[in-house]
């Protein structure tokens, strides 16, 4: 691998000389055609080394797409080698130039050991760590072949993913998702949602970002996550198809392609999927005696059937205008339609009484993202020097029907009246993005960009109560939700590389225009109408500081400021129903979060073993937290009902430790681990109720990975989340294992594959809460145990090897890398 990158200095060094000979001097042409002889397809980027017998000049070159070279050399005696990563050297010692000379058609073909080699070098640099970011390769963890990008997010050193999909990063949940670099209709209105439809062979690496640079978005307090999709540009037909099928109900498929022909590149990745996936609910809430109640116990058992068939869809192509401009257009289409029941058996236990309930809640959802886009990327002739203009236009919907149903079972059998629940919710997003980077000199760089992202949502609620058979309009519930939220950014920032310092300063100014009218559907004089403007602007500064030991070891400082806007649902005011007993009502008064946050981190390799760990604190204002109080209101049968609302409360800091270690102590056996430690204090007041809180947590991985006899992968994960707890709320630790196996077959183009999701059926969240008024139990599960087989197929595919890429997600910052 040295040899490989010297050579190539070396003859750019050469080349730039070779200008400076004399006019005069006879030059004769060498080519040929370099072909792998596995697949007889031309190789790309491969060395052509030409070293003289007498002299110290190095001249050479690389083939081009058809795998052609030709370079001009002086008369002379040379020895030439034809070298690329992983394949057997070609010879062509005491060759004699003194005519044009054609070395024919050269065939090379794979290294064994090499490919041993460069198979540890990749698993070694699966975590790639840069000034402002980490990058996890997932191509190679078994674990979550046929499953979902949820399932790739869980099994990431500092993500969580909870019961619900939920995605925190190191503990904290407002995390902001891109997909290749941009807001994306792949997650759509309902991300926890989308990221468990969304198939995870389509997902190359993940980048977290925990220091964001000046040029992201300056939404999410915790961090970004930068999911990076598959996409090749080699020369002819190539691919991948993956068939799936499980346990519970699951089968699905999913394929990337790519065709490219000269100056243009069609790419496409489609996945479709069936899974059903149960779930179950125990809850026991104990109602403490009022003036005006004696307390009740009510028992829940809840079985949850969910089924979703879920296609996305994303087709597109690349035009090269010429080797360094390119125009790319793409189309994405996704539709998830679900089916869901829930059967809840409760029992209601008074001083004075007993009663068993029945209530089942039929609900169909149909979502569907369409998305259409544009690049354009310009390259000018000094290597860094780029301008990217990008347009992203999606129109999203989804809508949910439920009908519920209501029974006494005891002691008196009979049906009560039921509820209906319609909700169409709709959003049109439009986004502007510029970015122009300017490389001063050899190891400085400026860049600047805007980014306008302009979004309009629309949802109207209508709530029905079951009246004598009939279905009539509960205005208190019913509304019509319009949110508009138009964000408009700029930003520069300015890097340079001093030594072994590498520095990255930036600054990022957004004027936010939001708007909220919420119209109630009753005609009644207190009919709910609101609305409400509001604009601010905020500047984000950012910094990222770098200095290198050595090519192994580093070490990183990272500065950056952030902000939480609320979502639309935090801030509607009508009630909306979770159960029986339960509403959830946002809170218009929401206010923006601000958050200052400082990251130090460490990296060290050697030869077997890895290791990265990093310190960090952040201090946020007017934070908003989820609580739960008594409404006032209570059902028919007098039990009291909970409202869950969100709360800006004053401040929150969180400061913690994480570190990871990835161990290689045979060829076969590959280990990695990885732990983190934070703590959480939130200090407020709300209705003269302190509601602050200190959270001590937790979590941790392991994973072991081990070729067994016969050329079977093998590969466990296990996971622990320590326990939660905030000023309402105890969660309980909860573990999970996860086992995989895996055989290629085909000559290495087909993989099978089998796996179990949650081993031993332990993933379950555990919850305590505590309020004035009650004190409740809770066991969710969101997915119980499941089981996966499936086969991959490639074809003009390389299992263990790739071409030299040409670019990367686009978010690099210039080479100022950590």
Request: glycine residues 8%; aromatic residues 12%.
């Amino acid at each position: 691998m040295k040899n490989f990158i010297l050579f190539n200095i070396l003859l750019i060094s050469s080349l730039t000389s070779s200008a400076q000979l004399s006019k005069d001097l006879v030059k004769f042409e060498i080519s040929g055609v370099v072909i792998e002889k596995s697949s007889n397809v031309p190789l790309e980027f491969a060395t052509i080394i030409v070293k003289p017998i007498k002299g110290d000049k190095i001249y050479g070159g690389l083939t081009d797409e058809n795998g052609a070279f030709k370079f001009d050399v002086p008369k002379g005696v040379y020895n030439i080698s034809v070298e690329f990563l992983s394949f057997k050297t070609v010879h062509f010692n005491n060759t004699t130039v003194d005519k044009d000379k054609n070395l024919g058609t050269i065939y090379v073909e794979e290294d064994a050991e090499a490919l041993d080699e460069i198979e540890l070098i990749a698993e070694k640099s699966t975590v790639e760590i840069k000034l402002d970011k980490k990058i996890y390769n997932v191509g190679k963890d078994m674990t979550v072949r046929g499953g979902t990008a949820s399932d790739v997010l869980d099994n990431i050193p500092s993500i969580t993913v909870d019961a619900e999909g939920a995605v925190s990063l190191r503990g904290n949940d407002d995390v902001k998702i891109l997909i290749n670099g941009k807001p994306s209709g792949l997650i759509g209105l309902n991300g926890a949602e989308a990221l468990k439809q969304f198939p995870a062979e389509a997902i190359l690496s993940v980048e977290v970002i925990t220091s964001p640079s000046a040029r992201y978005d300056a939404e999410g307090t915790g961090g970004i996550l930068n999911i990076i999709l598959r996409q090749d540009k080699m020369l002819g037909f190539n691919g991948s198809a993956t068939l799936n099928g499980g346990y519970p109900a699951y089968y699905g498929a999913s394929t990337n392609l790519n065709y490219r022909i000269k100056k243009v590149n069609f790419f496409t990745n489609l996945g479709y999927s069936n899974r059903d996936s149960p779930g179950n609910i125990y809850s026991k809430t104990n109602n403490f005696p009022t003036s005006s109640s004696d307390g009740s116990i009510v028992t829940e058992y809840t079985d949850r059937e969910r089924n979703r068939k879920s296609f996305n869809g994303n087709i597109g192509a690349e035009y090269f205008f010429n080797e360094k401009t390119s125009l790319t257009g793409s189309f994405l289409y996704r539709t998830n339609n679900g089916d869901d029941l829930s059967t809840n058996n409760s029992s209601v236990e008074r001083p004075s009484d007993y009663e068993e309930l029945l209530r089942k809640e039929y609900e169909t959802g149909k979502d569907k993202v369409q998305q259409y886009s544009l690049n354009f990327m310009k390259n000018f002739a000094k290597s860094g020097h780029k301008l990217t203009f990008d347009f992203q236009y999606e129109d999203s919907s989804e809508d949910e029907i439920s009908t519920i149903t209501n029974e006494k079972v005891f002691p008196n059998p009979e049906k009560e009246d039921g509820q209906q629940v319609f909700s169409d919710e709709g959003q049109k997003e439009t986004l502007l993005q510029g970015d122009y980077v300017l490389p001063i000199g050899e190891n400085q760089q400026l860049e600047a960009g805007f980014r306008s992202t302009l979004k309009d949502n629309q949802t109207d609620y209508d709530f029905y109560n079951e009246e004598n058979g009939n279905y009539v309009l509960n205005n208190n519930l019913s509304n019509i939700f319009n949110y508009e939220e138009n964000i408009y950014a700029a930003y520069t920032q300015y890097g340079n590389k001093f030594g072994n310092i590498s520095a990255l300063f930036g600054l990022r100014m957004e004027y936010s225009d939001i708007g909220v009218s919420v119209q109630g559907k009753s005609d009644e004089p207190d009919n709910i109408d609101i609305e409400s403007q509001k604009n601010y602007t905020n500047f984000f500064p950012t910094v990222n500081l770098a200095y290198e030991f050595s090519e192994s070891e580093n070490i990183s400082l990272g500065y950056n400021r952030r902000i939480r806007r609320p979502r639309s649902r935090f801030i509607n005011p009508f009630p909306s129903l979770s159960s029986r007993t339960t509403v959830f009502q946002g809170n218009p008064d929401l206010d923006p979060s601000i958050s200052n946050g400082i990251d130090i981190g460490y990296y060290k390799n050697w030869r077997k073993v890895t290791f990265n760990t990093s310190i960090y604190y952040s201090h946020a204002t007017d934070v908003f937290q989820f609580i739960s109080e008594d409404s006032g209101q209570e059902t028919e049968d007098g039990l009291p009902i909970i409202r869950r609302t969100p709360i800006d409360l004053s401040t929150n800091d969180r400061y913690g430790v994480e570190f990871s270690v990835n161990y290689t102590p045979i060829r076969k056996w590959r280990l990695n681990g990885s732990f983190n430690f934070y703590n959480s204090t939130i200090e407020g007041v709300y209705n003269d109720v302190d509601y602050g809180n200190q959270n001590l947590s937790w979590f941790a991985r392991f994973s072991s990975k081990f070729t067994l006899p016969a050329e079977i992968d093998s590969q466990i994960n296990m996971m622990f989340r320590g326990p939660n707890e905030d000023s309402q709320n105890k969660s309980q630790g909860i573990f999970t294992t996860n086992l995989a196996f895996s055989k290629d077959v085909l000559k290495g183009n087909g993989t099978i594959s089998f796996n179990v999701n949650d081993l031993f059926n332990s993933s379950k969240r555990r919850t305590e809460t505590l309020t004035d008024t009650y004190f409740a139990e809770n066991d969710f599960q969101w997915r119980e145990r499941s089981f996966r087989v499936g086969f991959s197929y490639r074809f003009k595919q390389k299992k263990k090897r790739e071409r030299p890429q040409q670019g990367g997600s686009g978010d690099d910052d210039g080479g100022f890398e950590g």
